[in-house]
């Protein structure tokens, strides 16, 4: 049959709103968590990261929040501008190891 | 620019040809990674450098052998690959300090492998 390529959940908003980008994760032994974005013909770039022992981490607009009592990661950004328009990508890690588990990734999509 | 060079940005190959990709850090890492992107599924972690010495092979077939003469360049040798192989092949570094924590990774822009 066919192959079938990974298909990327879509977030599309309008420019100037806020955009919420959610992961779940899955080893409830990892300790530390990363955002990444991804620009066509690109590599990851690091957004913001996270450990265990927190719950809610600012950036320069970007706030990451986690929950591990449900294992579930976001990433929120404010005021979402066109440059915005990426994949982004979870990330977790273990054991202070630098080995990261990605996740599948979200295409966000900024309408101006 | 991040600090981290890949050449050739694409590649394409048969199966029965032997290349290497190459990946170059300006950053003073001693942490260097290869990472494979695929169609078909997430971001997979392939092989870990620390302080040049290979600590992970996450199952990778044998037909992707890695290199590292230094800590500052990364290969991976490919050999005989399958036309599943094609993807994007990552490189990445970052400085690991040896205390809790992972040290954030820099990644360079990729080659784009096709085997035909």
């Known amino acids: 049959g066919e192959s079938v390529g990974l298909h990327l959940p879509t977030l599309s908003v309008q420019e100037g709103d806020n955009s919420i980008i959610n992961c779940a994760y899955s080893?409830?032994?990892?300790?530390?968590f990363i955002w990444y974005k991804q620009e066509s013909g690109k590599g990851p770039q690091f957004i913001i990261d996270i450990r265990s022992n927190m719950d809610k981490r600012q950036g320069q607009r970007v706030t990451v929040l986690l929950n591990k009592t449900v294992k579930h990661l976001s990433l929120q950004i404010a005021a979402t501008q066109p440059g915005d328009s990426a994949v982004y990508f979870c990330?977790?890690?273990?054991?202070?190891?630098?080995?990261?588990?990605f996740g599948g990734g979200t295409r966000l999509m900024v309408k101006p | 620019e991040t600090g981290v060079t890949q050449t050739p940005r694409h590649l394409v190959m048969g199966m029965t040809n032997k290349k290497s990709l190459k990946c170059e850090q300006h950053?003073?890492?001693?942490?260097m990674y290869w990472y494979k992107q695929s169609a078909k599924k997430p971001l997979e972690l392939m092989f870990v450098?620390?302080?040049?010495?290979?600590?992970e092979n996450n199952s990778v077939p044998s037909r992707f052998s890695p290199e590292c003469p230094n800590s500052s360049h990364l290969f991976l040798h490919l050999h005989t690959l399958q036309p599943e192989d094609s993807a994007l092949y990552l490189c990445a570094s970052s400085q690991e300090t040896g205390l809790a924590g992972v040290g954030e990774q820099f990644f360079g822009p990729g080659t784009r492998l096709t085997v035909l």
């Open positions: 450098y620390n302080f040049k010495e290979q600590t």
């Open positions: 080893n409830s032994a990892s300790d530390y």
């Open positions: 990330a977790e890690a273990y054991n202070a190891g630098n080995m990261l588990t």
């Open positions: 950053l003073g890492h001693n942490a």
